[in-house]
Each structure stands twice: as C-alpha cells, then as structure tokens.
C-alpha cells in the first residue's frame, strides 16, 4: 500500500516541478528566437490542434479501460473476445495504407472530422449485444485508429512546416505537450469512465455513451477552426496505386534509410507496448494494489517522460534522435528486469522490484512519443505524410496481433498452478526482444 501512494505522490511532485521549470524555459528559448507574429501563429496553431486532437485521444482513453469488461458482461469467453480484439487490429493494419491516401489525396481536415463521426458510431454500437454487430464494430474501430494515429498529425506538420512555415524545432513543443496533456487525460478520463460505470446505471457501457459527445465536440471543433491541407500532388496520376508504390519506394530507398529505420523503431516498440498493456495487471495481482491508481501511476510516469524531454531538448540542447536512443535503452533495461525477475516464482519483493521497472519503461514510452513523432514530421515527405505513416503502422499492427495471440495461446497452455506472474513471462521476454 506505501508503495502504490508513495509511486503516485512522487511522480505527481517529480513531473510537476518539471513541468513549472520547462514553461519558463519555453518561454524564454521563444523570445530569444522569434517575432512576436511568428509566436502568436504558433501558440494559436497548437492550440487548434491540441483541443482537437486531446479530445479524440480522450474519448478514446474513456473507452480503454472497459472494452474487455463490456465483452465478459455480455457473457462472452475469452476465446471469442480475443478474436474481437485481433479484429481490431487486423482491420487497421489492413486500412492503413488506404487511409493514408485519402488523407492525402482528399484533405486531412475532412478525415480527421470522419474519424469523429465514425469512432462515434462505433461507441455507440457497444449497446448491442451481438457478436456480429460489436465484430463490425471493432473492424470500424481499427479504421478509425488508423485515422487517429496519421491523419492529425500530418495535418499539424503540413500547417506548422508548410502553411506557417514555422521553425521545426517548435514541433519539439507541441509533440511533448500533447504527450502530456495526453497522459494528464487518461488519469482523468480513468475516473470519470469509472464514475460513470458505477452511477450511470448502464454499467460497462456508460463510458462509451459519454464518449459521443465528446467525439460529436471534436467533429464540429475541426469543421470550424481547422484549414484543409492535403499532399500537394492533385493530378490525376495521384492514384491509390501510384501513391502506394511511391510510398513503399521512398521508405525502402537504397540512398536515405532514415525513414526505414524509422519505421522499425516504431514497429518493434509500439508492439512491446501493446504487448506489455495486456501482461502488466497479472503480474501486479500479488501486491493486491488498485488498478485504477497503478493505470493512474503509468499515465503520470508518462507525463513524466514528455516533461523530461522537452527539459532535456530546451536547457541541455540534446538532439531528439539522442533522446529517442535514450527511450530504447531505458524501455529495453526496465523490460529485461521483469522477465529476468518472472522466470520463477515472484515474491513481494521481487514484484515491488517489476512495478517500479515497469514504472520507468512507461518513462520511456513519454520520451518516445515526442521524440518519434518530430524526426517522423521531418523525415516524411509532405505530399505522401499520412500514406507513409500508415504504412509505418501496417508491420507494427501485424507484429501485435501475433505477439498477443501468442500470449493468449502460452496463457492457455500452462500449468494450471503457475502464478499469474510466470504465466505472462513469455510476454515480457517477447517485450525484451522486440526492445
């Protein structure tokens, strides 16, 4: 119990003095480096794409924490709702690409506002309770996710680098403060999505009622306050084909493998990502710890890692691809503990030892997101942003599915007796591996 409030005490403290610091580091690094014009567009740009995008992140964030709750309340086996699950991420990776050439071909504006509109229709498709409706239902989920993680992004960089033709490196700023306003959500969306089960009435299902709203808000935000940006080749030759092709060429190109290597960090680390959310809750089960402050712990401990790195990018000048090298030795070290720890039996001790390993690989992940998202936004080449970065997600949805359905399959397998600890150790040695 000490150490469930004392992680959570500490970290808030840690990332709140941080955060305090670096605003007046931001401010003072802007007045040095630019005019008072180039500050206002950029503060005003960031806040457009803040508000829009914080609120789709959010209502996402809602949903998470009760997706397989919904699915077991309506009496569904585990066999069936991990096939709901892999849907989901088949269904992106298959989408991916074609997304992104929309995106760029018919405008990133008129996506993202889809993605709004689509995500909630989705929500509100939970309310039934047949296995087709909610298998349709995950399949428009991985579409719409696919929309989440390129379309946004693709049209911040096009108004940033293109239309306001603002310094790249401010791009630093916005990436981190998404990073961790994102986090600052997830902490307060675990509250009100519980809240909300537990007084609604509806149970499980309440938190993706109140996601519609906020989705509806998005939309409508979007409609009215963002400009549409598109790639900037519109001749008919812009085909899906032509833009696939072109996609796959760049990425794989003999001269530059920037955006190759690129590609494979986020491949193999967002999968141990992915991974590690589904073996983390058994292997904390013998600390009897609340679930909802470990998630809250997690979500601080990446707000933490968005701090440090603007800290680090602001005072100590250190370059973004340092910091994301950083990331993947922290991620790789705290990952390796664990499964060194979950080969036998855990003790109390050992697995106060994981949880605070597990702490600083969420870290980690707040220093990757911001560090990846910058050197993608200046790798990527415009007319093809959002076509490039789906297929960066096709590999990296494909490698999940197979390192969850392994998961499941070893769950199956074991021993009867094992803890719950060394049940998911193969889990965290895939984790280490893909690290």
Not at 80 to 103: E, H, P, Q, T, W
Request: charge should be neutral; charged fraction near 10%.
């Amino acid at each position: 119990m000490f150490l469930e409030y004392s992680s959570i005490v500490g970290l808030s403290l840690v990332t709140f003095y941080l955060f305090l610091n670096n605003q007046n580091d931001d401010q003072k690094i802007q007045g040095q480096l630019c005019d008072a014009e180039k500050l206002v567009q950029f503060k005003s740009l960031q806040r457009k794409y803040l508000i829009v995008y914080l609120l789709a992140t959010f209502s996402d964030w809602l949903q998470g924490p009760y997706v397989y709750r919904l699915y077991h309340e309506y009496s569904f086996d585990d066999a069936v709702i991990s096939k709901l699950f892999l849907a989901g991420f088949l269904s992106s990776s298959l989408s991916g690409s074609v997304v992104g050439y929309l995106a760029d071909r018919y405008g990133r504006k008129k996506l993202c506002i889809f993605f709004c509109f689509l995500y909630a229709f989705c929500c509100f498709t939970k309310a039934f309770r047949s296995v087709w409706i909610l298998l349709a239902s995950r399949f428009l989920s991985g579409i719409a996710t696919s929309i989440l993680f390129s379309a946004f992004n693709a049209w911040y960089i096009h108004e940033h680098l293109q239309h306001l033709q603002l310094p790249p490196e401010w791009m630093n700023m916005t990436f981190a403060k998404a990073t961790f306003y994102n986090g600052l959500l997830a902490v307060v969306a675990g509250f009100v999505s519980s809240i909300a089960a537990d007084l609604c009435g509806w149970g499980p299902l309440a938190p993706f009622m109140i996601a519609i709203p906020v989705l509806v808000l998005a939309g409508i935000t979007t409609f009215l306050f963002w400009e549409e940006n598109r790639g900037s080749e519109l001749a008919s030759s812009f085909t899906f084909k032509s833009t696939a092709t072109k996609s796959f060429l760049i990425i794989f190109s003999p001269k530059d493998k920037t955006l190759l290597h690129l590609g494979m960090v986020q491949m193999l680390f967002e999968s141990a990502v992915y991974t590690f959310v589904i073996a983390w809750s058994p292997l904390l089960l013998p600390l009897h710890f609340s679930l909802g402050l470990v998630f809250a712990a997690f979500m601080l401990s990446i707000m933490l890692g968005s701090i440090i790195y603007s800290s680090m990018i602001s005072t100590y000048h250190c370059s973004p691809e340092k910091m994301l090298s950083s990331s993947m030795r922290m991620a790789t070290i705290s990952m390796m503990v664990v499964a060194v720890l979950t080969i036998s039996e855990t003790t109390q001790l050992t697995t106060q030892i994981c949880y605070i390993a597990l702490l600083i690989f969420e870290v980690s992940v707040g220093i990757y997101f911001p560090a990846w998202g910058y050197l993608a936004g200046r790798a990527v080449p415009e007319d093809l942003r959002a076509s490039v970065v789906s297929w960066f997600r096709l590999p990296m949805n494909i490698l999940t599915c197979v390192c969850l359905q392994w998961t499941w399959i070893n769950k199956q397998n074991v021993k009867a007796m094992a803890s719950p600890a060394s049940t998911y150790h193969s889990s965290f040695v895939m984790c280490v591996g893909l690290l």
